[in-house]
């Protein structure tokens, strides 16, 4: 099992030109479509997290359910759902803005334990800035960690939800002595301004790094990069593809038996390349497709 932490929201995207054209609601959040990805991906997946009993609530939790993913650990609350308005590029990246005081899942609590038979923990994105939530889903994350779960973050950093940005990237260099794996985007790399090689010293096994269509590059403990190349494809949007990459690695890692630390740096040129080549395919699939559509195990093949 495979439990992803994190929020859940409504993004508001423009269906034509200029900002405010024919908004669409769709379903959305960093962790929520990491998890609707390892669902579809075929692995044993379960969302961690606090949802709205509101409209866009319930429409949140039956997607989940329609992609195999199991909902029992969501907490509920009667606040609204959070809702991000997206802006799409020429080039097709998004930007959002958020509109998050109040509502429900800011107000997620530790859970006092994790399912059973949990091997991994991913976690990232505004559930790990906006507080109270974020001290929970930080507590949650020490603690899988000092059990020996695997774990794995990816900050996926929006700018605008940050008050504090000094005090941010301190708090993120805490987490890394529980991580087993850091995934983030060149751009999220630039903004915290470290290395590769400063974050695996403080704690993680592996750090992968996204460069859009120019592909994915992973470091490892042992001084080891490997890197592929991006897959071409005409890309309709960005929305959801770094999420994509998230689901793309766990699962290949637990096709590979390989979600532990030690297993990380145990794979070799070999099976990062095919890790690495698995999660482009994924995310441009998803790049081809509007808004957050991840791939289904079908459409990719063998991780």
């Not at 769709?26 to 997290?49: D, E, H, K, Q």
């Not at 994915?216 to 042992?222: I, M, N, P, V």
């Not at 390989?258 to 095919?274: I, N, R």
Request: overall charge negative; aromatic content about 6%.
């Amino acid at each position: 099992m495979i439990v992803v932490a994190g929020e859940a929201l409504i993004d508001l995207v423009p269906q034509g030109a200029g900002a405010l054209a024919d908004l669409k609601p769709a379903l959305g959040g960093g962790p929520y479509n990491t998890a609707v990805a390892l669902g579809r991906l075929g692995s044993p997946t379960a969302f961690c997290s606090r949802t709205s009993h509101d409209a866009f609530g319930e429409a949140l939790l039956d997607r989940l359910r329609a992609s195999g993913v199991d909902v029992s650990a969501v907490q509920r609350g009667t606040e609204p759902t959070t809702l991000a308005v997206a802006t799409i590029d020429a080039d097709g990246s998004a930007a959002y803005s958020f509109y998050v005081d109040g509502t429900a899942d800011r107000l997620f609590t530790a859970p006092a334990g994790l399912p059973e038979g949990t091997r991994a923990v991913s976690f990232g994105t505004c559930s790990l800035v906006l507080e109270p939530g974020a001290s929970a889903y930080e507590e949650l994350m020490r603690t899988a960690a000092a059990q020996g779960v695997f774990t794995a973050l990816d900050p996926n950093i929006r700018a605008g939800l940050i008050p504090d940005a000094d005090a941010y990237r301190a708090r993120f260099k805490s987490w890394l002595p529980s991580v087993s794996l850091l995934k983030l985007s060149e751009e999220d790399a630039l903004w915290l301004g470290g290395t590769p090689r400063e974050w695996l010293a403080a704690g993680p096994s592996a750090v992968v790094i996204t460069q859009g269509g120019d592909g994915l590059t992973a470091f490892t403990r042992d001084g080891a990069v490997h890197a592929v190349p991006g897959e071409k494809v005409d890309v309709v949007d960005t929305i959801g593809a770094g999420d994509t990459v998230n689901a793309a690695l766990l699962h290949g890692l637990s096709a590979r038996d390989a979600l532990s630390p030690e297993a990380l740096t145990g794979l070799g040129a070999e099976g990062w390349t095919q890790l690495l080549r698995f999660a482009a395919r994924a995310a441009a699939i998803t790049c081809s497709r509007a808004g957050a559509e991840p791939p289904y195990a079908s459409e990719l093949g063998e991780p």
